[in-house]
């Protein structure tokens, strides 16, 4: 029989444990403008504690601010000590701030002064777009019901990647219709026919026939371009030009001229559209850059429409009155209730500062290490910058730092900056001087801009090159700028 032994052994382990309002902060951090301003209005609807001072203009303007505990500190969240008092721990701070309100942090500037209001780019989807040219269109309602659900169905590139009997059995099931394939594929036909041209594709090939079909037949070339998009698109894509002049039988003249006719269709016929509304749409920068007559640099939060917020007096003189009141107690759901709703609008208001400070902070320090930069607004003035820069600046983590900086814009004198493409990796050069990841790339692609597009540059070539003016860059790194900028490698580049 085997005896089990029991014994207890002391040792430390190191653990992160974040707080709940630690959690919260971080979310926080990661909102832009429009989110936060969501966030806000979605609590102010969900907590009667929580006020807007544009809707309690009667509340007692002197009451103290909310402040958290110390960092170290945690809730009552069990509910159970009954000489828990949120308003000792109101008192407790900000006693020399008459102003419970929610504002822009350190933000000298009046309200008439800081009247930056940037525009929202408004766009609309493409398919609105092909919509409209349908109700042009000579349709009966039951055709026009088809090639809208086939404009539906297109990606954001303007192809249909599902299966035509797929889609008739879902709309089939959707509207109680019997629809059958050759229907879509009539609609179909009526969608292709619509603008920008090579719109209802279903693969690359399709799309390029479509802007070939629809340029005129004098067009120089455009037969043969016709036939090699048609049987030998595999061939073009692999830059395979000695072969394709075989099989045809045309001359390099030819081949030439119908290469460079291919080259002008667009393989995405609204996926650059789409990207640049995408790119532009609803872009509120989150800090104002602003040279003073000294020279200096000063970094502003945009007020944005973001309301003053406090915690409610009537909720709180209604609390302290149940705590005092020994009789009101006994209502423990009553008083529960009202301590975690006027406990929550605390947190509440002390992340939407915490979350101001810590941006303010960040933009701060990374203005100071970008200062050139700021000045002058040039690339080349970038110097190179990560994460753990800002965050020894600061003295905040530099997961802090990403969320700070994590789709967040900034209104500089030229113009307005995304914060994330001011970090940039560097390397020495030989002689020390540090670069930017970003001056490499501009090299790597202006040697390619260069290069004699019948003997393309190969990556070798060009690290000799970069070796030749001072940067030492591997084979192998040139490779990943090139990819990184999606440029093709040197034979996929090669040019009749």
Request: glycine share 4%; charged share 30%.
């Amino acid at each position: 029989m085997h005896m089990i032994r029991q014994s207890q052994q002391q040792g430390q382990k190191q653990l992160l444990k974040l707080s709940p309002q630690q959690i919260q902060l971080l979310n926080f951090l990661q909102l832009n403008t429009l989110e936060l301003e969501q966030k806000i209005k979605d609590e102010l609807e969900e907590n009667p504690a929580l006020e807007a001072e544009a809707t309690a203009a009667d509340a007692d303007p002197s009451l103290p601010e909310a402040e958290p505990p110390a960092a170290d500190g945690e809730s009552d969240s069990d509910g159970e000590t009954e000489d828990y008092d949120r308003f000792d721990l109101l008192e407790q701070y900000h006693q020399d701030d008459d102003q419970p309100e929610y504002k822009t942090a350190s933000d000298p500037r009046s309200a008439e002064e800081n009247s930056f209001g940037p525009t929202l780019v408004q766009g609309s989807d493409f398919r609105e777009h092909l919509k409209d040219q349908l109700v042009m269109m000579p349709l009966n309602d039951r055709e026009r019901l088809l090639a809208s659900y086939l404009v539906d169905s297109l990606d954001d590139d303007g192809y249909l990647r599902l299966e035509l009997d797929d889609i008739a059995d879902n709309l089939s099931f959707a509207h109680g219709l019997f629809i059958e394939t050759i229907e879509l594929e009539a609609a179909l036909e009526t969608v292709q026919e619509l603008e920008p041209v090579g719109v209802g594709a279903r693969d690359l090939r399709e799309c390029l026939l479509l802007q070939l079909e629809a340029k005129q037949h004098n067009v120089a070339c455009i037969d043969l371009a016709h036939t090699i998009v048609k049987k030998h698109l595999n061939d073009l894509a692999n830059r395979n030009y000695d072969k394709l002049i075989n099989v045809l039988g045309v001359s390099a003249e030819d081949m030439k001229c119908a290469t460079a006719l291919i080259a002008r269709l667009n393989p995405r016929p609204v996926g650059s559209n789409t990207a640049e509304l995408v790119k532009n749409q609803n872009i509120i920068p989150e800090f104002v850059v602003e040279k003073t007559d000294d020279g200096q640099m000063q970094v502003f939060l945009t007020n944005g429409n973001s309301a003053s917020l406090r915690i409610s007096s009537d909720m709180m003189e209604m609390l302290e009155s149940m705590q005092r009141d020994k009789s009101a107690k006994r209502d423990r759901a009553a008083l529960q209730y009202l301590r975690s709703k006027v406990d929550s609008a605390i947190w509440f208001v002390e992340m939407v500062r915490q979350r101001e400070q810590s941006m303010l902070k960040s933009m701060q320090a990374i203005v100071t290490l970008q200062r050139d930069y700021f000045r002058t607004g040039e690339e080349k003035d970038l110097r190179p910058m990560i994460l753990k820069d800002v965050a020894e600046q600061t003295g905040l983590d530099i997961s802090t730092i990403s969320r700070v900086t994590s789709m967040k814009y900034a209104l500089a004198p030229f113009g307005i900056v995304h914060l994330k493409e001011l970090f940039n990796g560097g390397l020495a050069k030989t002689d020390g001087e540090m670069v930017t990841n970003k001056e490499i790339s501009d090299i790597i692609s202006e040697l390619i801009r260069l290069e004699d597009k019948h003997n393309p540059i190969t990556d070798q070539e060009m690290a000799d090159k970069l070796l030749g003016k001072g940067y030492h860059v591997a084979r192998r790194t040139v490779a990943k700028y090139r990819d990184a900028m999606n440029i093709p490698v040197a034979k996929m580049r090669k040019s009749l």
